[in-house]
């Protein structure tokens, strides 16, 4: 269950699309500063990444930073992914089309700064990073003849 001030925050980004750099900064320092997060908000935000386009950059750095957090640190067992919580973030960051670049980014930094990780997770972050490897342009390599 998310709290009322972050249910009219999603309520007043959703009517305009768009998260600017002040909307971030009301989420971080009225919002959720000194709340105990959730799974409930870490998955209202990450729909928010993937319902917003037009979004501040800032807002990627603060949803990377709350996923990986609470993810690693704020839920137990601390430091560890286990099966649950692997479920809960594949679930989470592959939800609607499949998950965003931030989304991707999110699942490799949480599997990056756990010390253990449940392969679920890391199947996925890895299986992500494979397929943006395989759709990146490779470079031709040009000889030249003197």
């Keep these: 269950m998310i709290g009322h001030e972050l249910r009219e925050f999603v309520d007043h980004v ?44 800032l807002f990627a750095d ?26 809960w973030l594949v679930t989470t960051l592959s939800a609607g089309d499949g998950p965003t670049p931030l989304a991707q980014k999110i699942a490799f930094e949480v599997v990056r700064e756990a010390e253990s990780c449940d392969e679920a997770l890391v199947g996925f972050a890895l299986r992500k990073a494979d397929a943006r490897i395989a759709t990146t342009p490779i470079a031709q390599r040009v000889v030249l003849a003197s």
Excluded: N, Y
């Design 14 to 57: 959703m009517d305009r699309r768009v998260i600017d750099d002040e909307d971030v900064r009301i989420l971080q320092r009225e919002i959720l500063h000194e709340v105990v997060l959730t799974r409930d908000t870490i998955d209202v935000l990450v729909a928010l990444d993937r319902a917003v386009a037009d979004k501040s950059p």
């Design 62 to 87: 603060v949803l990377l930073a709350f996923c990986v957090d609470f993810s690693v640190w704020e839920s137990r067992p601390t430091g560890k992914i286990d099966r649950d919580k692997a479920h």
